[in-house]
Protein backbone atom coordinates (compact mmCIF):
# COMPACT_ATOMS: atom_id res chain seq x y z
CA UNK A 1 0.00 0.00 0.00
CA UNK A 2 1.43 3.32 -1.19
CA UNK A 3 0.98 5.72 1.95
CA UNK A 4 1.61 9.54 1.20
CA UNK A 5 3.84 11.21 3.24
CA UNK A 6 3.57 14.42 4.95
CA UNK A 7 5.19 17.13 2.85
CA UNK A 8 7.92 18.37 4.53
CA UNK A 9 8.99 21.90 5.57
CA UNK A 10 11.11 23.15 2.64
CA UNK A 11 8.56 20.70 0.02
CA UNK A 12 6.19 22.83 -0.91
CA UNK A 13 3.09 21.10 -2.73
CA UNK A 14 2.62 21.99 -6.03
CA UNK A 15 -0.83 22.49 -6.18
CA UNK A 16 -0.97 24.73 -3.31
CA UNK A 17 -2.61 27.78 -5.36
CA UNK A 18 -6.33 26.72 -5.95
CA UNK A 19 -6.93 26.51 -9.49
CA UNK A 20 -9.54 29.02 -11.01
CA UNK A 21 -12.87 27.27 -11.03
CA UNK A 22 -13.32 25.60 -14.45
CA UNK A 23 -16.69 26.86 -15.91
CA UNK A 24 -17.71 23.92 -17.43
CA UNK A 25 -21.35 23.83 -18.04
CA UNK A 26 -21.68 27.13 -17.29
CA UNK A 27 -24.82 27.65 -19.47
CA UNK A 28 -26.51 24.27 -18.82
CA UNK A 29 -27.21 24.81 -15.28
CA UNK A 30 -29.71 23.25 -13.84
CA UNK A 31 -33.23 24.61 -13.70
CA UNK A 32 -33.83 26.46 -10.00
CA UNK A 33 -30.56 27.28 -9.12
CA UNK A 34 -29.73 30.99 -8.85
CA UNK A 35 -26.98 31.90 -11.89
CA UNK A 36 -23.62 31.29 -10.49
CA UNK A 37 -20.71 33.99 -10.30
CA UNK A 38 -22.26 37.33 -10.54
CA UNK A 39 -23.39 39.30 -7.65
CA UNK A 40 -26.82 40.57 -8.12
CA UNK A 41 -26.24 44.48 -7.86
CA UNK A 42 -23.77 43.83 -10.35
CA UNK A 43 -26.48 41.51 -12.24
CA UNK A 44 -29.38 44.25 -12.05
CA UNK A 45 -26.74 47.13 -12.99
CA UNK A 46 -25.44 45.71 -16.03
CA UNK A 47 -28.97 44.58 -16.91
CA UNK A 48 -30.44 48.24 -16.64
CA UNK A 49 -27.55 49.33 -18.69
CA UNK A 50 -28.42 47.04 -21.38
CA UNK A 51 -32.00 48.34 -21.09
CA UNK A 52 -31.26 52.12 -21.52
CA UNK A 53 -29.26 51.42 -24.48
CA UNK A 54 -31.85 49.31 -26.07
CA UNK A 55 -34.27 52.30 -25.54
CA UNK A 56 -31.77 54.28 -26.38
CA UNK A 57 -31.32 52.30 -29.80
CA UNK A 58 -34.55 52.31 -30.19
CA UNK A 59 -36.03 55.83 -29.39
CA UNK A 60 -33.15 57.77 -30.86
CA UNK A 61 -32.99 55.66 -33.61
CA UNK A 62 -36.61 56.74 -34.43
CA UNK A 63 -36.09 60.10 -34.16
CA UNK A 64 -33.05 60.08 -36.56
CA UNK A 65 -34.92 57.82 -39.00
CA UNK A 66 -37.82 60.86 -39.10
CA UNK A 67 -36.31 63.70 -38.06
CA UNK A 68 -32.69 63.84 -39.64
CA UNK A 69 -32.16 65.31 -42.21
CA UNK A 70 -32.10 64.36 -45.63
CA UNK A 71 -28.96 63.05 -46.88
CA UNK A 72 -26.74 62.51 -44.20
CA UNK A 73 -23.55 63.55 -44.57
CA UNK A 74 -21.89 61.91 -46.38
CA UNK A 75 -23.18 59.01 -48.43
CA UNK A 76 -26.63 57.97 -48.07
CA UNK A 77 -27.91 59.63 -50.95
CA UNK A 78 -25.67 57.71 -52.86
CA UNK A 79 -26.89 54.77 -51.18
CA UNK A 80 -30.28 55.51 -51.92
CA UNK A 81 -29.56 56.01 -55.69
CA UNK A 82 -28.27 52.42 -55.19
CA UNK A 83 -32.11 51.15 -54.05
CA UNK A 84 -33.17 53.21 -56.62
CA UNK A 85 -32.03 51.86 -59.54
CA UNK A 86 -32.34 48.60 -58.75
CA UNK A 87 -36.65 49.11 -57.93
CA UNK A 88 -36.95 51.45 -60.63
CA UNK A 89 -34.73 49.82 -63.66
CA UNK A 90 -34.11 46.48 -62.69
CA UNK A 91 -30.04 46.87 -62.84
CA UNK A 92 -27.15 47.68 -61.05
CA UNK A 93 -25.69 51.52 -60.83
CA UNK A 94 -22.32 52.14 -62.87
CA UNK A 95 -19.36 53.72 -60.68
CA UNK A 96 -19.36 57.18 -61.52
CA UNK A 97 -23.17 57.41 -62.84
CA UNK A 98 -25.07 60.68 -61.71
CA UNK A 99 -27.38 60.36 -58.65
CA UNK A 100 -31.45 60.42 -59.61
CA UNK A 101 -32.96 63.51 -59.82
CA UNK A 102 -35.43 63.26 -56.73
CA UNK A 103 -31.86 62.24 -55.09
CA UNK A 104 -30.30 65.72 -56.26
CA UNK A 105 -33.82 67.40 -55.34
CA UNK A 106 -33.88 66.15 -51.84
CA UNK A 107 -30.17 67.54 -51.87
CA UNK A 108 -31.45 71.11 -52.71
CA UNK A 109 -34.46 70.90 -50.55
CA UNK A 110 -36.50 71.68 -53.78
CA UNK A 111 -38.69 68.19 -53.51
CA UNK A 112 -40.90 67.61 -55.19
CA UNK A 113 -40.14 70.46 -57.94
CA UNK A 114 -37.22 67.89 -59.83
CA UNK A 115 -34.65 69.71 -61.36
CA UNK A 116 -32.08 68.05 -63.75
CA UNK A 117 -28.90 66.75 -62.88
CA UNK A 118 -26.07 68.37 -64.46
CA UNK A 119 -22.32 68.71 -64.04
CA UNK A 120 -23.01 72.28 -62.92
CA UNK A 121 -24.24 71.79 -59.64
CA UNK A 122 -22.33 68.50 -58.85
CA UNK A 123 -21.70 67.90 -55.03
CA UNK A 124 -19.73 64.84 -53.84
CA UNK A 125 -23.09 62.95 -52.99
CA UNK A 126 -24.23 63.27 -56.80
CA UNK A 127 -22.34 60.52 -58.14
CA UNK A 128 -23.31 57.24 -57.44
CA UNK A 129 -20.20 56.37 -55.82
CA UNK A 130 -21.35 53.35 -53.57
CA UNK A 131 -22.00 51.21 -56.82
CA UNK A 132 -18.53 49.07 -56.68
CA UNK A 133 -20.19 47.69 -53.20
CA UNK A 134 -22.61 44.17 -54.02
CA UNK A 135 -26.28 44.38 -53.89
CA UNK A 136 -28.06 42.53 -51.83
CA UNK A 137 -28.54 45.24 -48.57
CA UNK A 138 -30.06 46.72 -51.40
CA UNK A 139 -32.23 44.40 -52.72
CA UNK A 140 -33.19 43.83 -49.72
CA UNK A 141 -34.50 47.51 -49.00
CA UNK A 142 -36.55 47.51 -52.35
CA UNK A 143 -40.09 46.52 -50.50
CA UNK A 144 -39.65 48.77 -48.22
CA UNK A 145 -38.45 51.09 -51.20
CA UNK A 146 -42.12 50.74 -52.98
CA UNK A 147 -44.36 51.37 -49.79
CA UNK A 148 -44.81 54.90 -50.63
CA UNK A 149 -44.91 57.26 -53.61
CA UNK A 150 -43.08 59.98 -52.31
CA UNK A 151 -39.63 60.19 -52.08
CA UNK A 152 -38.88 61.40 -48.74
CA UNK A 153 -41.56 59.08 -47.39
CA UNK A 154 -39.26 56.63 -49.11
CA UNK A 155 -36.04 57.66 -47.34
CA UNK A 156 -37.67 57.56 -43.66
CA UNK A 157 -39.34 54.14 -44.77
CA UNK A 158 -35.50 52.97 -46.01
CA UNK A 159 -34.29 54.03 -42.47
CA UNK A 160 -36.82 52.26 -39.80
CA UNK A 161 -36.13 48.91 -41.97
CA UNK A 162 -32.20 50.05 -40.86
CA UNK A 163 -33.67 50.36 -37.62
CA UNK A 164 -35.75 47.18 -37.81
CA UNK A 165 -32.15 45.66 -38.61
CA UNK A 166 -30.41 47.04 -35.93
CA UNK A 167 -32.39 45.34 -33.08
CA UNK A 168 -32.42 42.14 -34.96
CA UNK A 169 -28.53 42.77 -34.18
CA UNK A 170 -29.30 43.36 -30.85
CA UNK A 171 -30.87 40.79 -30.20
CA UNK A 172 -28.58 38.38 -32.27
CA UNK A 173 -26.05 40.12 -29.40
CA UNK A 174 -28.23 38.65 -26.35
CA UNK A 175 -27.94 35.44 -28.06
CA UNK A 176 -24.27 35.09 -28.51
CA UNK A 177 -23.73 36.23 -25.18
CA UNK A 178 -25.69 33.80 -23.41
CA UNK A 179 -24.31 31.02 -25.47
CA UNK A 180 -20.76 32.11 -25.22
CA UNK A 181 -20.46 33.92 -21.53
CA UNK A 182 -23.46 31.43 -20.05
CA UNK A 183 -24.30 33.25 -16.65
CA UNK A 184 -21.91 36.03 -16.90
CA UNK A 185 -23.78 37.07 -20.60
CA UNK A 186 -24.45 40.50 -18.91
CA UNK A 187 -20.50 41.41 -18.71
CA UNK A 188 -20.68 40.81 -22.46
CA UNK A 189 -23.55 42.59 -23.71
CA UNK A 190 -23.74 45.35 -21.92
CA UNK A 191 -20.50 47.16 -22.73
CA UNK A 192 -21.39 45.89 -26.42
CA UNK A 193 -24.70 47.84 -26.54
CA UNK A 194 -22.98 51.23 -24.74
CA UNK A 195 -21.05 51.40 -28.37
CA UNK A 196 -23.74 50.39 -30.59
CA UNK A 197 -25.74 52.92 -28.29
CA UNK A 198 -23.43 55.74 -29.05
CA UNK A 199 -25.50 58.34 -30.94
CA UNK A 200 -22.71 58.14 -33.91
CA UNK A 201 -23.35 54.87 -34.35
CA UNK A 202 -27.23 54.82 -34.12
CA UNK A 203 -27.15 57.39 -37.03
CA UNK A 204 -24.68 55.75 -39.07
CA UNK A 205 -26.79 52.29 -38.93
CA UNK A 206 -30.33 53.96 -39.02
CA UNK A 207 -29.78 56.08 -42.48
CA UNK A 208 -29.70 54.64 -45.48
CA UNK A 209 -26.72 52.51 -46.19
CA UNK A 210 -25.52 48.69 -46.19
CA UNK A 211 -24.35 48.45 -42.96
CA UNK A 212 -27.24 47.29 -40.88
CA UNK A 213 -27.68 44.01 -42.68
CA UNK A 214 -23.95 43.35 -42.65
CA UNK A 215 -24.20 44.04 -38.83
CA UNK A 216 -27.10 41.52 -38.76
CA UNK A 217 -24.80 38.47 -40.99
CA UNK A 218 -21.55 39.10 -38.88
CA UNK A 219 -22.95 38.53 -35.47
CA UNK A 220 -25.09 35.64 -36.96
CA UNK A 221 -22.06 34.40 -38.70
CA UNK A 222 -19.60 34.33 -35.41
CA UNK A 223 -22.19 32.72 -33.50
CA UNK A 224 -22.81 30.00 -36.11
CA UNK A 225 -19.08 29.42 -35.96
CA UNK A 226 -18.89 29.64 -32.07
CA UNK A 227 -21.69 27.06 -32.26
CA UNK A 228 -20.02 24.96 -34.94
CA UNK A 229 -16.97 24.67 -32.79
CA UNK A 230 -18.42 23.97 -29.56
CA UNK A 231 -20.85 21.32 -31.00
CA UNK A 232 -18.67 20.38 -33.32
CA UNK A 233 -21.64 20.70 -35.91
CA UNK A 234 -20.61 20.67 -39.67
CA UNK A 235 -24.11 22.12 -40.46
CA UNK A 236 -23.34 24.99 -37.90
CA UNK A 237 -20.21 25.18 -40.15
CA UNK A 238 -21.92 25.22 -43.20
CA UNK A 239 -24.47 28.15 -42.25
CA UNK A 240 -21.78 30.21 -41.32
CA UNK A 241 -20.33 29.74 -44.84
CA UNK A 242 -23.57 30.43 -46.26
CA UNK A 243 -23.61 33.55 -44.08
CA UNK A 244 -20.17 34.71 -45.02
CA UNK A 245 -21.28 34.13 -48.74
CA UNK A 246 -23.97 36.59 -48.23
CA UNK A 247 -21.93 39.20 -46.00
CA UNK A 248 -19.98 39.26 -49.16
CA UNK A 249 -22.85 40.15 -51.40
CA UNK A 250 -23.26 42.33 -48.48
CA UNK A 251 -20.48 44.49 -48.06
CA UNK A 252 -16.55 44.43 -49.35
CA UNK A 253 -15.97 44.61 -45.87
CA UNK A 254 -16.89 41.08 -44.69
CA UNK A 255 -14.31 40.06 -46.53
CA UNK A 256 -12.91 39.78 -42.69
CA UNK A 257 -15.17 36.85 -41.97
CA UNK A 258 -13.33 35.18 -44.84
CA UNK A 259 -9.88 34.02 -42.53
CA UNK A 260 -12.16 33.60 -39.55
CA UNK A 261 -14.14 31.03 -41.70
CA UNK A 262 -11.14 29.08 -42.59
CA UNK A 263 -9.68 29.00 -40.10
CA UNK A 264 -12.80 26.98 -38.02
CA UNK A 265 -13.30 25.43 -41.44
CA UNK A 266 -9.32 23.75 -40.90
CA UNK A 267 -10.22 22.55 -37.41
CA UNK A 268 -13.20 20.43 -38.96
CA UNK A 269 -10.86 19.22 -41.90
CA UNK A 270 -8.30 18.31 -39.52
CA UNK A 271 -10.73 16.31 -37.11
CA UNK A 272 -11.96 14.83 -40.89
CA UNK A 273 -8.78 13.59 -41.35
CA UNK A 274 -8.34 11.55 -38.10
CA UNK A 275 -11.66 10.30 -38.11
CA UNK A 276 -11.28 8.57 -41.59
CA UNK A 277 -8.84 6.43 -40.09
CA UNK A 278 -5.96 7.33 -42.80
CA UNK A 279 -3.86 8.17 -39.83
CA UNK A 280 -1.40 5.48 -38.75
CA UNK A 281 -1.53 5.08 -35.39
CA UNK A 282 0.95 2.66 -34.81
CA UNK A 283 4.12 3.40 -32.42
CA UNK A 284 6.22 2.13 -34.47
CA UNK A 285 5.40 5.00 -37.45
CA UNK A 286 7.73 7.87 -36.42
CA UNK A 287 5.51 11.09 -36.08
CA UNK A 288 5.34 13.22 -39.27
CA UNK A 289 7.89 16.36 -39.34
CA UNK A 290 4.62 18.77 -38.48
CA UNK A 291 3.39 17.02 -35.91
CA UNK A 292 6.87 16.92 -34.10
CA UNK A 293 7.17 20.79 -34.56
CA UNK A 294 3.64 21.12 -33.11
CA UNK A 295 4.34 18.95 -29.85
CA UNK A 296 7.61 19.29 -28.80
CA UNK A 297 7.52 23.26 -28.16
CA UNK A 298 3.83 23.03 -27.67
CA UNK A 299 5.07 20.85 -24.43
CA UNK A 300 7.85 23.03 -23.31
CA UNK A 301 5.47 25.73 -23.33
CA UNK A 302 2.71 24.60 -21.56
CA UNK A 303 5.51 23.15 -18.79
CA UNK A 304 6.55 26.35 -18.65
CA UNK A 305 3.30 27.64 -17.85
CA UNK A 306 2.14 25.24 -15.36
CA UNK A 307 5.34 24.91 -13.36
CA UNK A 308 5.48 28.82 -12.60
CA UNK A 309 5.33 29.28 -8.86
CA UNK A 310 6.65 25.74 -7.66
CA UNK A 311 8.99 26.13 -4.96
CA UNK A 312 11.82 24.41 -5.04
CA UNK A 313 13.24 22.65 -1.90
CA UNK A 314 16.74 22.11 -1.49
CA UNK A 315 17.85 19.41 -3.25
CA UNK A 316 21.15 18.84 -1.90
CA UNK A 317 20.94 16.11 0.79
CA UNK A 318 22.95 13.57 0.11
CA UNK A 319 20.21 11.28 1.37
CA UNK A 320 17.60 12.41 -0.89
CA UNK A 321 19.54 12.27 -4.00
CA UNK A 322 20.40 8.39 -3.17
CA UNK A 323 16.70 8.05 -2.41
CA UNK A 324 15.78 9.39 -5.85
CA UNK A 325 18.43 7.24 -7.26
CA UNK A 326 16.65 4.21 -6.35
CA UNK A 327 13.18 5.40 -7.94
CA UNK A 328 14.75 6.03 -11.08
CA UNK A 329 16.76 2.89 -11.31
CA UNK A 330 13.39 1.52 -10.69
CA UNK A 331 11.13 3.27 -12.65
CA UNK A 332 12.82 5.57 -14.95
CA UNK A 333 16.48 3.63 -16.52
CA UNK A 334 14.21 1.13 -18.92
CA UNK A 335 12.82 4.29 -20.98
CA UNK A 336 15.36 7.35 -19.99
CA UNK A 337 18.69 5.31 -20.31
CA UNK A 338 21.42 6.13 -17.96
CA UNK A 339 25.15 6.80 -17.87
CA UNK A 340 26.56 3.18 -18.87
CA UNK A 341 23.04 2.27 -20.45
CA UNK A 342 22.91 2.77 -23.60
CA UNK A 343 19.70 -0.05 -24.88
CA UNK A 344 16.73 -0.66 -23.25
CA UNK A 345 14.03 -3.06 -24.93
CA UNK A 346 10.80 -1.06 -24.30
CA UNK A 347 12.75 2.67 -25.65
CA UNK A 348 12.95 1.27 -28.81
CA UNK A 349 9.60 0.56 -29.96
CA UNK A 350 7.81 3.84 -28.51
CA UNK A 351 7.26 7.26 -30.78
CA UNK A 352 8.04 9.64 -29.45
CA UNK A 353 11.58 8.06 -28.14
CA UNK A 354 11.66 8.97 -24.43
CA UNK A 355 14.74 11.16 -24.42
CA UNK A 356 18.44 10.38 -22.88
CA UNK A 357 17.57 12.59 -19.95
CA UNK A 358 20.99 12.54 -18.84
CA UNK A 359 21.46 15.24 -21.96
CA UNK A 360 18.11 16.71 -21.59
CA UNK A 361 18.21 17.93 -17.93
CA UNK A 362 20.82 20.52 -17.61
CA UNK A 363 18.34 22.54 -19.67
CA UNK A 364 15.43 22.24 -17.72
CA UNK A 365 14.68 23.70 -14.58
CA UNK A 366 14.34 22.03 -11.63
CA UNK A 367 10.49 23.16 -11.34
CA UNK A 368 10.08 21.63 -14.61
CA UNK A 369 11.48 18.30 -14.48
CA UNK A 370 9.16 18.34 -11.29
CA UNK A 371 5.66 19.50 -12.81
CA UNK A 372 6.60 16.34 -15.59
CA UNK A 373 7.51 13.57 -13.68
CA UNK A 374 4.40 14.53 -11.47
CA UNK A 375 1.77 15.05 -14.48
CA UNK A 376 3.59 13.20 -17.58
CA UNK A 377 3.04 14.05 -20.99
CA UNK A 378 0.14 13.68 -22.78
CA UNK A 379 0.08 11.49 -25.94
CA UNK A 380 3.23 10.09 -25.16
CA UNK A 381 4.55 7.24 -22.94
CA UNK A 382 5.79 9.58 -20.08
CA UNK A 383 3.42 8.68 -17.42
CA UNK A 384 2.35 10.80 -14.33
CA UNK A 385 4.09 9.65 -11.33
CA UNK A 386 2.22 11.85 -9.25
CA UNK A 387 -1.01 9.21 -9.13
CA UNK A 388 1.16 7.04 -7.64
CA UNK A 389 4.05 9.07 -5.35
CA UNK A 390 4.33 11.69 -3.13
CA UNK A 391 5.47 14.99 -3.94
CA UNK A 392 8.28 13.92 -1.32
CA UNK A 393 9.30 11.30 -3.71
CA UNK A 394 9.05 13.20 -6.52
CA UNK A 395 11.56 15.83 -5.18
CA UNK A 396 14.34 12.78 -4.32
CA UNK A 397 13.98 11.78 -8.23
CA UNK A 398 14.32 15.53 -9.13
CA UNK A 399 17.35 15.78 -6.88
CA UNK A 400 18.59 13.09 -8.60
CA UNK A 401 18.03 14.05 -12.02
CA UNK A 402 20.07 17.19 -11.19
CA UNK A 403 23.21 15.06 -10.34
CA UNK A 404 22.69 13.26 -13.82
CA UNK A 405 24.76 15.71 -16.49
CA UNK A 406 28.28 14.90 -16.08
CA UNK A 407 27.78 11.76 -14.50
CA UNK A 408 30.27 9.04 -15.82
CA UNK A 409 29.21 5.26 -15.93
CA UNK A 410 32.02 4.20 -13.21
CA UNK A 411 29.92 7.28 -10.96
CA UNK A 412 26.68 5.41 -11.65
CA UNK A 413 28.11 2.32 -11.12
CA UNK A 414 29.46 3.20 -7.97
CA UNK A 415 25.60 4.49 -6.38
CA UNK A 416 24.06 1.88 -8.09
CA UNK A 417 26.28 -0.17 -5.71
CA UNK A 418 25.83 2.27 -2.90
CA UNK A 419 21.84 1.66 -2.90
CA UNK A 420 22.15 -2.09 -2.46
CA UNK A 421 19.18 -3.89 -4.06
CA UNK A 422 16.41 -2.00 -2.67
CA UNK A 423 14.12 -0.86 -5.23
CA UNK A 424 13.20 2.70 -5.11
CA UNK A 425 9.44 2.35 -3.85
CA UNK A 426 10.29 1.92 -0.18
CA UNK A 427 6.62 2.32 0.79
CA UNK A 428 5.42 -0.14 -1.84
CA UNK A 429 8.36 -2.62 -1.47
CA UNK A 430 7.66 -2.25 2.23
CA UNK A 431 11.76 -2.14 2.64
CA UNK A 432 12.89 1.15 4.92
C1 LIG B 1 7.35 4.16 -20.49
C2 LIG B 1 8.38 5.08 -20.78
C3 LIG B 1 8.74 6.15 -19.81
C4 LIG B 1 9.01 6.01 -18.48
C5 LIG B 1 8.95 4.74 -17.64
C6 LIG B 1 9.43 7.30 -18.02
N1 LIG B 1 9.37 8.22 -19.04
FE1 LIG B 1 9.93 10.16 -18.96
N2 LIG B 1 9.40 10.40 -20.89
C7 LIG B 1 8.98 9.41 -21.72
C8 LIG B 1 8.77 9.96 -23.04
C9 LIG B 1 8.24 9.22 -24.23
C10 LIG B 1 9.10 11.32 -22.97
C11 LIG B 1 9.08 12.34 -24.10
C12 LIG B 1 7.85 13.19 -24.05
C13 LIG B 1 7.79 14.21 -25.18
O1 LIG B 1 8.35 13.95 -26.24
O2 LIG B 1 7.17 15.22 -24.99
C14 LIG B 1 9.51 11.57 -21.59
C15 LIG B 1 9.91 12.80 -21.15
C16 LIG B 1 10.44 13.01 -19.89
C17 LIG B 1 11.00 14.25 -19.46
C18 LIG B 1 11.05 15.54 -20.25
C19 LIG B 1 12.24 15.56 -21.15
C20 LIG B 1 12.30 16.84 -21.98
O3 LIG B 1 12.55 16.73 -23.18
O4 LIG B 1 12.09 17.90 -21.42
C21 LIG B 1 11.42 14.06 -18.18
C22 LIG B 1 12.09 15.08 -17.29
C23 LIG B 1 11.12 12.69 -17.84
N3 LIG B 1 10.53 12.08 -18.90
C24 LIG B 1 11.41 12.14 -16.62
C25 LIG B 1 11.11 10.82 -16.28
C26 LIG B 1 11.39 10.24 -14.99
C27 LIG B 1 12.08 10.97 -13.85
C28 LIG B 1 10.91 9.00 -15.01
C29 LIG B 1 10.90 7.98 -13.88
C30 LIG B 1 10.31 8.43 -12.65
C31 LIG B 1 10.36 8.76 -16.33
N4 LIG B 1 10.50 9.90 -17.07
C32 LIG B 1 9.80 7.57 -16.73
C33 LIG B 1 8.77 8.09 -21.41
C34 LIG B 1 8.96 7.54 -20.14
Redesign the pocket.
Known amino acids: MVVEMPARAGAVPEERVARPGRRAGAHQRTPGRPPSGVPRAVRWSLGAVALACTLCIVVFGSVVAVRAPVWAPIDEGAHFSYVQQIAEHGSLPVLGSLVSEQVQALADGTYPRLVPVTTKHLWLGSYSYEAFQPPLAYAVDVPAFYLSGNYHTKVVLLRLFDLLLLVVTVGLYVRLCRLVLGDRWLYGLAPALVVLALPGMVVRCVTVSNLPLEMVLVTACVTELWLALHRSSPARLCTAGVLVGLGLLTDLFSLGLVPLWLAVAAVFVGFGVLYSGVVDVGADDPHAALTRWL ?2 PG ?1 RRSVQQHARGIRVPDLHDPAMIMAGFR ?2 RE ?2 V ?3 LAPGVAHSE ?1 REG ?1 T ?1 R ?2 R ?1 QR ?2 GH ?1 PPAE ?1 FW ?2 KHG ?1 KM ?4 A ?1 GKSHSDDKLWA ?1 VAF ?1 EKLPGMTAAQYRQMDKAAGTGDGDEDASGKG
Open positions: LHMHYMCGCHILPPPLVVVLIVVTAMPWIL
